[in-house]
């Protein structure tokens, strides 16, 4: 039998375990882990536009085979290096549009990302595939223009292009759909590995916006020289009066492309779009801007008046030396490549620009060259244009005393496989340097 101080110890002792027990906490089931993370199969898609700040918000629209609530997307630069990565569910989506090349695949947004203030304007894509384009935060030296409207253009994603299916080729196109930007990102990582050469020995700081920022002067205002690398077919009226205007005020302009303002384009007033019509029916009412070839008259802008050549004059390469015959070996532009006269610089072209020829001397084209300060043609190849022999020619002009400085190599292939990665990728790469040294740096370009 319990004596009562034994019982009444018994019972707080029951009391006190009771409250304690009670006063536990709630003990919450562990949340299951996330999937392990997956790399995409057979990712498509595309952004809400071209370029971005860093800083700015990148919307995706993506499509894969494999769904997942944790795909891993890495992002690579213009090389293929890794430079960060986003997680992010993933699913198949299918077309929402029934024109997809005109209005875009229409997929429900997949994520978005916020772009890294650390990461350096350039060309990147996402899991090596989707295309975007980091603006300078602050004005650069200079300015590097990707030819995205050139890529859209070409682009047959959702079963059009501007040139395919042949009879029934688009005369709009949606920028929201899978570009892929296959042939121009390749002609920009063979001058970007040049350019990258000079940024590392702080010779000049570089930035890169797209087309359709050439609509905005502020994308370009303040640098000191514009580059326009591979092949540079398409440009709205306002791109061209703001790189005439970049000029005019002293600005300078080293051209690596041919087929350069060919075409006249227009972008729907969202932005979304990119117009072309080539000629057939356009509805607008303005006639100059109709959507038809720069050198057309009507459009009262030659091509030539802004860069010195036009494609009418140039055309298909390959009828010639396969590249530029040198007849003023003693150009600046020329320094430490050891060419001398009549030596082959060998840049196999598909599409040339060139020069109105005025007369021969010995054997040699004397460009026309009206309207110009200073006009001086460093090489020359022999082109054809709807089955008329031609002239391209690599030039250096300025069109008044107070103007800037235009260098153009005229070809398609400068910055590619057959140019800056063929049989003379020392010499081009040199010239190139050559150039942008001399323009950035305000030195004599010209012999005389």
């Not at 009444?8 to 392990?36: G, H």
């Not at 607008?284 to 860069?307: F, G, Q, R």
């Amino acid at each position: 039998m319990l004596k009562p101080t034994s019982l009444r110890l018994s019972s707080a002792l029951f009391i006190f375990l009771l409250i304690v027990s009670c006063s536990k906490p709630e003990v919450k089931p562990t949340p299951p882990p996330l999937d392990k993370p997956q790399l995409p199969v057979n990712l498509i898609g595309y952004a809400n536009k071209i370029s971005f700040y860093p800083g700015e918000l990148i919307n995706l629209y993506l499509s894969a085979d494999n769904q997942t609530n944790n795909c891993l997307l890495k992002i690579y630069d213009i090389h293929h290096d890794s430079v960060f990565h986003i997680n992010t569910p993933i699913k198949h989506q299918a077309i929402a549009n029934a024109e997809p090349w005109k209005d875009g695949f229409g997929f429900t947004l997949t994520t978005s990302f916020t772009v890294p203030s650390s990461l350096a304007s350039g060309f990147y894509l996402i899991d090596n595939k989707i295309p975007f384009i980091i603006k300078p935060q602050h004005t650069p030296d200079v300015v590097v223009v990707f030819p995205s409207n050139t890529e859209s253009a070409y682009c047959q994603a959702g079963g059009k292009s501007l040139y395919r299916p042949i009879g029934s080729k688009a005369q709009v196109l949606s920028f929201l759909r899978p570009i892929l930007f296959p042939h121009e990102n390749k002609k920009l990582n063979f001058l970007e590995k040049g350019l990258q050469l000079l940024h590392a020995k702080k010779d000049v700081s570089i930035g890169y916006i797209c087309d359709m920022d050439l609509d905005d002067y502020a994308s370009i205002q303040g640098a000191k020289l514009l580059i326009i690398p591979g092949h540079s077919e398409y440009w709205t009226r306002a791109a061209r009066k703001n790189f005439d205007r970049f000029v005019e005020n002293g600005n300078n302009a080293l051209i690596l492309s041919g087929n350069t303002m060919w075409w006249q384009v227009r972008y729907s007033d969202d932005k979304k779009q990119l117009i072309c019509y080539k000629g057939l029916s356009d509805p607008i009412a303005d006639p100059l801007l109709k959507t038809i070839n720069w050198v057309d008259p009507s459009l009262h802008y030659p091509v030539s008046a802004s860069i010195g050549v036009d494609y009418v004059h140039g055309g298909h390469g390959q009828y010639g030396w396969y590249g530029y015959k040198i007849i003023l070996p003693q150009s600046p532009l020329l320094q430490g490549t050891g060419l001398k006269q009549d030596d082959i610089l060998h840049v196999s072209t598909d599409e040339y620009d060139g020069i109105e020829v005025s007369s021969y001397q010995n054997g040699v084209p004397i460009p026309k060259a009206t309207g110009f300060y200073k006009y001086e043609m460093i090489g020359y190849d022999i082109a054809e244009y709807a089955g008329q022999p031609t002239v391209a020619a690599c030039v250096a002009l300025q069109k008044n005393k107070n103007s800037g400085v235009i260098v153009n190599m005229s070809s398609t292939d400068w910055c590619a496989e057959n140019g800056m990665g063929g049989i003379d990728k020392e010499k081009i790469s040199r010239i190139t340097h050559n150039a942008i040294r001399l323009l950035t740096s305000g030195r004599q370009v010209f012999v005389n």
